[in-house]
């Protein structure tokens, strides 16, 4: 199905371990992104990606690694998780510029991962 | 102080009910003004798209900008239980290429049939 997809939906993992959070869009969108969203401070960006083996990090982005060697998935790593890594994470992609002349401020999301760091 | 402030909520509105959503901001380079929509554990949908001040209307929604007071709005005329979801402000400074979005925290809507 056309789309943005994550993968998995709910997660639940032990702190100090390693966990990747999968994204996959058919749009062949040149920009992602990856966001948290917690309760008080809404949608904040950790990496964003403008083509493939581009990447440039966001407000928050400690802790967490991206990689985009195909243009269509952009995977996130936690590379040891914590506690406070624990919240609902989006994936988002956009065009650079669409037909309607609108750059990345129009954003298509995926539903999101829930994770859990005990 | 945020950049962009929203009220949390939840607020709830009978069926039919008109509805006003709002956010302020700071930042004086913001011309794009957005409105995401987003139901529980789904994502967020651009929902309105507006540049500098005035009104937008499409349907049921209208989206108004105030820059000169810093302040937008997102109306739903005959509220209905399906528009109850948490509505997110965004802005951004310019359009087309590579922009920065600021997103309120959003305001959790519900409709009582």
């Given at each position: 199905d056309a789309g943005i997809t994550q993968s998995p939906r709910y997660k639940i993992t032990e702190t100090g371990r390693q966990v990747t959070l999968m994204c996959h869009q058919t749009?062949?969108?040149?920009y992602m992104f990856w966001y948290r969203q917690d309760l008080g401070h809404g949608l904040r960006l950790i990496y964003y990606s403008a083509a493939a083996d581009i990447t440039d990090k966001g407000e928050v982005p400690d802790g967490y690694v991206v990689s985009r060697s195909k243009t269509e998935n952009f995977p996130l790593t936690l590379e040891s998780a914590t506690r406070s890594q624990t919240s609902v994470y989006f994936c988002a992609s956009s065009e650079f510029t669409n037909p309607s002349g609108?750059?990345?401020?129009?954003q298509y999301f995926g539903p999101g991962t829930r994770l859990t760091v005990l | 102080q945020k950049e962009v402030e929203q009220d949390p909520g939840p607020l709830s509105v009978p069926e039919g009910a008109i509805v006003s959503l709002n956010c302020t901001y700071?930042?004086?380079?913001?011309?794009y003004f957005m409105w995401y929509r987003q139901y529980s554990r789904k994502g967020p949908e651009l929902l309105m798209y507006t540049y500098s001040s005035g009104n937008k209307e499409d349907g049921r929604f209208t989206a108004q900008v105030d820059k000169s007071s810093k302040y937008i709005s997102l109306f739903i005329r005959?509220?209905?239980?399906?528009?109850s979801a948490t509505y997110l402000c965004a802005m951004s400074a310019?359009?087309?290429?590579y922009q920065k979005v600021t997103f309120g925290t959003g305001t959790k809507l519900q409709v009582i049939p």
């Amino acid at each position: 199905d056309a789309g943005i997809t994550q993968s998995p939906r709910y997660k639940i993992t032990e702190t100090g371990r390693q966990v990747t959070l999968m994204c996959h869009q058919t749009w062949s969108h040149s920009y992602m992104f990856w966001y948290r969203q917690d309760l008080g401070h809404g949608l904040r960006l950790i990496y964003y990606s403008a083509a493939a083996d581009i990447t440039d990090k966001g407000e928050v982005p400690d802790g967490y690694v991206v990689s985009r060697s195909k243009t269509e998935n952009f995977p996130l790593t936690l590379e040891s998780a914590t506690r406070s890594q624990t919240s609902v994470y989006f994936c988002a992609s956009s065009e650079f510029t669409n037909p309607s002349g609108r750059g990345t401020d129009t954003q298509y999301f995926g539903p999101g991962t829930r994770l859990t760091v005990l | 102080q945020k950049e962009v402030e929203q009220d949390p909520g939840p607020l709830s509105v009978p069926e039919g009910a008109i509805v006003s959503l709002n956010c302020t901001y700071s930042n004086s380079a913001f011309q794009y003004f957005m409105w995401y929509r987003q139901y529980s554990r789904k994502g967020p949908e651009l929902l309105m798209y507006t540049y500098s001040s005035g009104n937008k209307e499409d349907g049921r929604f209208t989206a108004q900008v105030d820059k000169s007071s810093k302040y937008i709005s997102l109306f739903i005329r005959d509220s209905q239980p399906s528009d109850s979801a948490t509505y997110l402000c965004a802005m951004s400074a310019g359009s087309g290429g590579y922009q920065k979005v600021t997103f309120g925290t959003g305001t959790k809507l519900q409709v009582i049939p």
